[in-house]
């Protein structure tokens, strides 16, 4: 009987850890990021040798529209453009922001998610600055 | 049983693709069904008809910035085909005569938010005003999940937009 009651007794244990540990709401995951943030920082910002910030954005807006994204947001004080595109069922949002960086240059960073999970890739951040390049012929060079 | 850890564990991976911030082909052809230009450089005008065609078509107004030319508006609409549910309805009574169930009548498509992102500004030597409107769509189906999300690429309704800017244009100009 004592025996039994000894059972009992881990089996509801066991219960409530495995019952418990499955409700831990990781609100802290929302925080989390596989790259530095100096790391990251350097993947997602470029600098431009240009001081107009109002065409930098709108040749932003149209690299974007080209990329299949539509634009939701913007904000020349704040400098930020948001959009989202479809990719099957997946969407991906980006923001992308312009600062200026002393006197001669624009500073320029974007921010990808895809689903879920934040994009630290730095090819596919490559990738649209290269197209912003085009766009705007001056070139994106890279800041440490 | 192997499969299907295997096939959880694929799931679980499933990882960020990438080159999805590479222009795709044709996307000079996309440009020219999202773009027209007018010949003015009043782009307060411009706005306003864009604002004012956009409310003709139904639409309400989320969001915009005049300074960079953004306007962002939505509509809900429906979204149902007859053909759809009458397929889907006639599968399920089949599935009920062959005794078994079946519920494909809730997987057809119910309603639908469009959402429409224009952009106007001066075009490249500063003589003209480009606009420049984009459509997506998010379809809920009858047990409002979301069944699909697309870029709409139809000309037809591009057209309908632009066709309706002009005469926008030209009624505002007329002051009606």
Same mark, same amino acid.
């Given at each position: 009987?004592?025996?039994?009651?000894?059972?009992?007794?881990?089996? $509801?244990?066991?219960?409530?850890?495995?019952?418990?540990? #499955?409700?831990?709401?990781?609100?802290? =995951?929302?925080?989390?990021?596989?790259?530095?943030?100096?790391?990251?920082?350097?993947? %997602?910002?470029?600098?431009?040798?240009?001081?107009?910030?109002?065409?930098?954005?709108?040749?932003?807006?149209?690299?974007?529209?080209?990329?299949?994204?539509?634009?939701?947001?913007?904000?020349?004080?704040?400098?930020? $453009?948001?959009?989202?595109?479809?990719?099957?069922?997946?969407?991906?949002?980006?923001?992308?922001?312009?600062?200026?960086?002393?006197?001669? %240059?624009?500073?320029?960073?974007?921010?990808? %998610?895809?689903?879920?999970?934040?994009?630290?890739?730095?090819?596919?951040?490559?990738?649209?600055?290269?197209?912003?390049? =085009? !766009?705007?012929?001056?070139?994106?060079?890279?800041?440490? | 049983? *192997?499969?299907?850890?295997?096939?959880?564990?694929?799931?679980?991976?499933? !990882?960020?693709?990438?080159?999805?911030? /590479?222009?795709?082909?044709?996307?000079?052809?996309?440009?020219?069904?999202?773009?027209?230009?007018?010949?003015?450089?009043?782009?307060?005008?411009?706005i306003?008809?864009v604002a004012?065609?956009l409310?003709?078509?139904?639409?309400?107004l989320?969001?915009s910035?005049?300074?960079?030319?953004l306007v962002v508006a939505?509509?809900?609409?429906?979204?149902? !085909?007859?053909?759809?549910? *009458?397929?889907?309805?006639?599968?399920?009574?089949? *599935?009920?005569?062959?005794?078994?169930?079946?519920?494909?009548?809730?997987?057809?498509? /119910?309603?639908?938010?469009?959402?429409?992102s224009v952009?106007?500004?001066?075009?490249?030597?500063?003589?003209?005003?480009?606009?420049?409107?984009?459509?997506? @769509?998010?379809?809920?189906?009858?047990?409002?999940?979301?069944? @699909?999300?697309?870029?709409?690429?139809?000309?037809?309704?591009?057209? @309908?937009?632009?066709? #309706?800017?002009?005469?926008?244009?030209?009624?505002?100009?007329?002051?009606?």
């Open positions: 009987m004592r025996k039994r009651i000894k059972y009992y007794n881990i089996l $509801v244990a066991s219960f409530f850890i495995i019952t418990l540990s #499955g409700c831990a709401t990781p609100a802290g =995951k929302a925080f989390e990021t596989n790259e530095s943030q100096v790391k990251l920082r350097s993947i %997602q910002t470029r600098a431009f040798d240009t001081t107009d910030k109002k065409k930098m954005m709108q040749t932003i807006i149209s690299t974007m529209q080209d990329l299949d994204f539509v634009i939701d947001k913007a904000d020349l004080t704040l400098g930020s $453009v948001t959009g989202s595109k479809f990719l099957g069922q997946a969407v991906v949002t980006m923001t992308v922001t312009v600062r200026a960086r002393g006197e001669k %240059q624009l500073l320029v960073r974007a921010n990808a %998610q895809y689903g879920i999970s934040s994009v630290e890739d730095p090819g596919t951040y490559q990738d649209f600055f290269t197209a912003l390049e =085009k !766009s705007i012929f001056l070139t994106a060079q890279q800041v440490d | 049983m *192997a499969a299907i850890l295997l096939s959880l564990g694929v799931i679980g991976c499933a !990882s960020t693709p990438k080159g999805f911030l /590479k222009p795709s082909e044709g996307y000079l052809e996309k440009r020219q069904l999202q773009i027209r230009q007018y010949d003015t450089t009043n782009e307060e005008q411009i306003s008809a004012g065609v409310q003709d078509l139904s639409f309400t989320d969001e910035e005049t300074e960079l030319g939505s509509k809900k609409a429906d979204a149902t !085909s007859k053909g759809q549910i *009458a397929g889907a309805v006639f599968l399920d009574v089949l *599935a009920a005569f062959g005794g078994s169930y079946s519920n494909n009548a809730a997987r057809c498509d /119910k309603s639908q938010v469009i959402k429409a952009i106007v500004k001066p075009s490249l030597e500063g003589k003209k005003t480009m606009v420049r409107v984009t459509f997506q @769509r998010i379809v809920w189906n009858m047990s409002n999940q979301i069944s @699909r999300v697309e870029t709409i690429t139809d000309p037809q309704i591009y057209q @309908r937009f632009y066709d #309706g800017l002009s005469k926008a244009i030209f009624l505002e100009a007329q002051q009606v």
